[in-house]
């Protein structure tokens, strides 16, 4: 079994630094295999708020801590616009990851990581062509029986938002990666942005959109929140076919596990087997 902590939108500079040390302490105690931090690690991508996000991502890795990120729109300067249409994530590179399209393997896993941040967009992102090539070489050189897992901010697949039935936008190009992540046999996709959890079987989501499971993260460590949104992760369990995924959520004292829920994958697609409770029933 391999075990994933999935972050997102940690916001360094609109932070809670209480938030952030239970983070810390709870990833030091559960040492997953992989930590996914998808996007936003900083409020408007200033020096100060990248420093402080740098030592977070290297307080985590002294942990012995393997470290899968992507940059958000956040992380490409607003202000200055110079910097946001010469070099938007130059910043980002120097004190993140220099790669915006990194690759994490283990026995177990494969996950790649895609770049989804634009200059032109103040928020919306978009997939290159290259990237969506990319998608197609990376997971044809993973082995088979592993969890492949694609990890992007924005996401891409419309994600409900509240009790009206509004959906959320997606990252320009999405229907050409997912008929890309489709035939490399991608089996889940990590996405934040919107600052709300959900997951949810792809096909239950969207007609003949693929044997994805789709998996949205809330803000980390964020005090930017929406609606009744609280600080939140995403806690995954894979192993073979089956995935269970835990949302711990901020309850001002520390983070507690809400209900878990299980998925299992039939060869063909996702299908939700309830809580692990229910399950061993």
Known sequence: MATIAHLSDVHFGHHDPIVVAAVEEFLFEHKPDLVVISGDFTQRARVKQYEMACEFVERIEAMGLAVLAVPGNH????????RRFIRPLDRYQRFIDDDLCPWFENDELAVLGLNTARSLTIKDGSISREQIRLIRKAFHTGEEGKTRILVTHHPLYAMPIGDEGALTEVADRHDDALAAAAEAGVHILLAGHFHRSFSKSAREMVKNAGAALVVQAGTATSTRLRGDEKQSFNWIEAHKGKVEI????????????????SFSYDGDNWHFAGTPAAVAQ
């Open 75 to 82: 992380d490409v300067p607003l202000y200055d616009v110079m």
């Open 246 to 261: 835990e949302v711990h959520a901020w309850e001002g004292e520390g983070f507690v596990p809400g209900k878990p829920a």
